[in-house]
Every structure is written in structure tokens, then in C-alpha cells.
């Protein structure tokens, strides 16, 4: 049983020297997955078979992060291969120049979601980027139509005369890129924006009522996709560009394990689907 923890803190922080002290905790507590550190703050899923390790090690964490939010959950593979620290500058490439303070967030608890959800005036908008979205979403929700979420600030210009003295709700896997979309909405005078506190992970978690929900979520790790109740769902994944697929698209003449899917084949060169494939080969070898 692998424990993991998915984190983030959206305050500023100097952060430059704790790449080198996190790298060095996370080895001696035998911790699998990312942690990405920017000027903005701390955003991270981790994983560890050891309960008391991986508590251990979000405790170090939070003496430097004391305002982070954190989620929990459990699942029976492993769900990251590795360890890795990354430095960017932005927790969420958004193409803005925001920063996560310069906005006030307002967050509704995932047991009361359902209640804002239903309420006729409230529109839900899924952040999230289409692939994912495609694999599930809060019924009634609109999507952006993304391709990432850099592309997520001209969705909210070119609609925001819609959206203006509207509730809007918004939400995404793990509540950090509401943190950034709940900025990008105000900066354009959309004020009555609230995240889903936690995002679709800890609703799934802790809502006593999920029949809102439909469908899996994409998660960022080995599992691909979680059910309502956070179990490994039934998606797969493409390791050319990393999208989710069904048990039908597995079936598409244009699949080949570990090269190419429906979803890519015209967005790769050849050069780098043999690539794809003599890395898949030697993948094979080792885990053989």
C-alpha cells in the first residue's frame, strides 16, 4: 500500500535553498514523486509505503510552508518512479503575469458543492485542460475547450461579459490551478468566483454525495484515472503524449503501445516514434 499526499502553498516564498534539503529528506524517507518550487510557493504529489515517513516528511515541509493545504489518499501500485525536485517560475504556466496574492479566494468545502452546484444561478466551469476533461467532470459543468491552461485566460476574456454578476464555481484535480484561475477571472472584474476547496479529489474524498460527479478523474501519476471512490480507474495511458485512453481507444489502428495514439499520431514525427519505440523496447528488457 503506498500513502500519498498531494500539497501545495500559494504564498511567496525564498525558496532557492530548499532544493538541495528536500532532495536529501525525501532519501531518507523513501519518497516517490514531484515537488515543484516556485516564487509563488510549493505544489507536490508525493507517495511513500511507510504512513510514518510520509508524515514525517510533510511536518518538514510544513515548518517551512505553515499555511499548506494538503490531501490525502492510498493506493495499492506505486504511483511515481522516483523522486524529483523542478524550479519554474510559475506554480501553473498560466502566460500571465499574476501573482497568486494579488487576488482574495474565496472556497467552498466539498460538502456543501452540491448544494452551490444545484442552485440555478451558479455556473460550473472545469478548468482543466481537455484530455482530462473528456475522462469526467461535474455534470452540467462547461469546459473551456483547452488545450492547456495557458489558453485558459482567453476562455474567461472572450466570455466575460457572460460571466459578470454570476456565481461561478470552478474547480480541477487538486485545487491549484483554481487558486490561478480564480486570479485570472478577477483581473478581468469577474468577482463572484468560488474553488472547489481541495479540488475534484477531495470532494470525491470527503462528499458524503457524489452523484454530481461523472465519470473518472485523470490524476498525474501511474494510476492515470481514480473511480469515486479513489481506486485505480480503467483509462490507460499514452507514453507519447501522456493522455488518458479507454479500453476503446486502446483499439484504434492508430495505437501502438508506447509510440503513438489516436490523440497524437498526427502531432509526432516519425523520428519520434522510432524514438518512442527503442525507448519502449528497453523498457521492456529492464522490467523483464
Known sequence: MFHISTFYDCHERDNSFLNQILSKKA????????????????????????????????????????????????TEIKPFKKFKI???????????????????????DPELWNKFSENEDTI???VRNNY????????????????????????????????????????CT???????????????????????KGGILNYLKNSKEKNLWEGECFVFDERVTVDKDLNKGSFQQCFACRRPLSEKDLESSHYSAGVSCHQCIDEKSEEDRLRYLERHKQSIKKNN
Open 174 to 196: 487538486g485545487g491549484i490551478r483554481c487558486e490561478k484561475a480564480s486570479s485570472i477571472f478577477k483581473s478581468e472584474d469577474i468577482n463572484y468566483v468560488y474553488q472547489l
Open 86 to 108: 523542478k524550479e519554474r517560475h510559475e506554480l501553473v504556466p498560466s502566460g500571465t503575469n499574476l501573482k497568486l496574492t494579488d487576488y482574495s479566494k474565496s472556497h467552498i
Open 27 to 74: 532519501d531518507e524517507f523513501s519518497i516517490v514523486g514531484t515537488i515543484i518550487l516556485t516564487p509563488e510557493g510549493i505544489n507536490s504529489t508525493i507517495a511513500c509505503e511507510n504512513l510514518k515517513y510520509l508524515h514525517s516528511f510533510e511536518n518538514f515541509i510544513t515548518k517551512y510552508y505553515p499555511s499548506i493545504n494538503i490531501g490525502r489518499s492510498c
Open 124 to 126: 460550473l466551469i472545469d
Open 132 to 171: 482530462e476533461n473528456s475522462v469526467g467532470t461535474f455534470k452540467g459543468a462547461l469546459n473551456p475547450d483547452t488545450r492547456n491552461f495557458r489558453e485558459f485566460k482567453h476562455f474567461v476574456k472572450k466570455n466575460k461579459n457572460n460571466f459578470k454578476e454570476r456565481k461561478i464555481g470552478i474547480f
